[in-house]
């Protein structure tokens, strides 16, 4: 899949993410021609650790975990991590990277630009009370925690939203690539196994949410999965 569309892979990696959490991640990272693949243990149905089988114990608290550890598994099919991965190489394919990167540059240079014109005014300063001195120190809390505040809400926002938009194209990404059918059913095994909320108010996710719920992503999947 990564040479279908020219994705310089060198090595994949499966981390023991179960060591310290349940979670399931996957990413990629790299510079260059350079790129490596990693994977969660608890993303791979036959890798996770919650679906190996216990020890066998005295007790009976042994036969009872492993008919949990049987009526329900963790992680995705190796179809489903391939779907799942799409989606990440969607990212890369797409360059989503690259933008948040000039994004993020881009306003640290406005940041520092406004503080290099606004750290001179003297009319800043005797608003907080120094009329004879002007502390830098002072000054980059004023500049920065309330005069740049409406700004940082407002640019938090857009991020968002943007964030919200390169998600959907990374899906469809993968769904161009075949992948909706398991894509779909990935994201509700995820979903279950992370512990999410399917269900969300629009106006509350669309402000705070940098992924679009779940029942949003499937429904752009659905006429896919359906074709």
Known sequence: MAKSIDFPLTKVYVVEGSKRSSHSNAYFYGFFKNKRIVLFDTLLEDYSALNKEPAEGEDGENEETKSKT???KQGCKNEEV???LGHELGHWKLGHTVKNIIISQMNSFLCFFLFAV???RKELFAAFGFYDTQPTLIGLMIIFQFIFSPYNEVLSFCLTVLSRRFEFQADAFAKELGKAKDLYSALIKL???NLGFP???WIFSMWHYSHPPLLERLQALKDAKQE
Request: net charge positive; proline share 0%; no cysteine.
């Open 70 to 72: 049987k009526s329900k």
């Open 82 to 84: 391939l779907a799942v």
């Open 118 to 120: 606004l750290i001179g």
């Open 191 to 193: 979903n279950k196994d």
């Open 199 to 201: 269900v969300s108010d």
